[in-house]
Structure formats: structure tokens, C-alpha cells
């Protein structure tokens, strides 16, 4: 592992399940970057939805229905594919032209 990605020091929980508590790992990178706003429940839904749908090609079909909308000039579809495009993939998200700067 990368020691940028490691942890600068293990957190810990205890958990008392019996006679000596035991010392439980937790998650260290489920931090929102700076700059990066966190995804709305209905964002989020859409974009697991949409994943489910189309696995592994979710994030090519959002950005290739982001550059349709763009092109048609439907600003609100756009806005909605480029979300979803930059919740499954921010740096395919990054390739988008947008009239106004979409979070992603």
C-alpha cells in the first residue's frame, strides 16, 4: 500500500462482546475531500440505480446522455446525467464542456 493512502495512525472501537472488550478497526478514508460537495440522498439513489442498471458502463452511459442533453440544449438533463456521470466517475465527469460549473 501506498503510505499516502495509509492511515496516519490506526483508529480504533471497542466493542464488549464478552469478558475482555476487542479492539475493532474503523475506516479511515470515508472522508469528503475538501472542495467536494457530499451527494443528496436522491443523487445518490439515482446514481446506484443507474449503476445497477448498467454496471460497469454506468458512467460512459451518464456521460454519454450529459454530452446528448448538452447537445439538445436541455439544460436540467444535463445538469441531472453530469451528476450522476460525476458520482460514478468525477475524472470522465471533468471531461464535460458545461455552460455553468456542475459539482462532480
Same mark, same amino acid.
Given at each position: 500500500?501506498?503510505?499516502?493512502?495509509? /492511515?496516519?495512525?490506526?483508529s480504533?472501537? +471497542?466493542?464488549?462482546?464478552?469478558?475482555? !472488550?476487542?479492539?475493532? !478497526?474503523?475506516?479511515?478514508n470515508?472522508?469528503?475531500a475538501?472542495?467536494?460537495?457530499?451527494l443528496?440522498e !436522491?443523487?445518490?439513489?439515482?446514481?446506484?440505480?443507474?449503476f445497477?442498471r448498467?454496471?460497469l458502463? *454506468? *458512467?460512459?452511459? @451518464?456521460?454519454? %446522455?450529459?454530452?446528448? *442533453? +448538452?447537445?439538445?440544449?436541455n439544460? *436540467?438533463?444535463?445538469?441531472?446525467?453530469?451528476?450522476?456521470?460525476? @458520482? +460514478?466517475? %468525477?475524472?470522465?465527469? %471533468?471531461? +464535460?464542456?458545461? /455552460?455553468?460549473?456542475? !459539482?462532480?
Amino acid at each position: 500500500m501506498s503510505r499516502g493512502l495509509a /492511515p496516519k495512525r490506526p483508529s480504533y472501537r +471497542l466493542s464488549h462482546s464478552g469478558s475482555a !472488550p476487542i479492539r475493532i !478497526p474503523e475506516a479511515s478514508n470515508d472522508n469528503i475531500a475538501a472542495g467536494r460537495p457530499a451527494l443528496g440522498e !436522491p443523487e445518490l439513489r439515482a446514481a446506484l440505480g443507474h449503476f445497477a442498471r448498467h454496471h460497469l458502463n *454506468a *458512467a460512459h452511459d @451518464a456521460h454519454a %446522455r450529459a454530452r446528448a *442533453a +448538452l447537445a439538445s440544449g436541455n439544460e *436540467a438533463d444535463f445538469v441531472f446525467w453530469a451528476q450522476i456521470c460525476g @458520482a +460514478l466517475d %468525477r475524472r470522465l465527469a %471533468r471531461t +464535460l464542456s458545461n /455552460p455553468r460549473e456542475v !459539482p462532480g
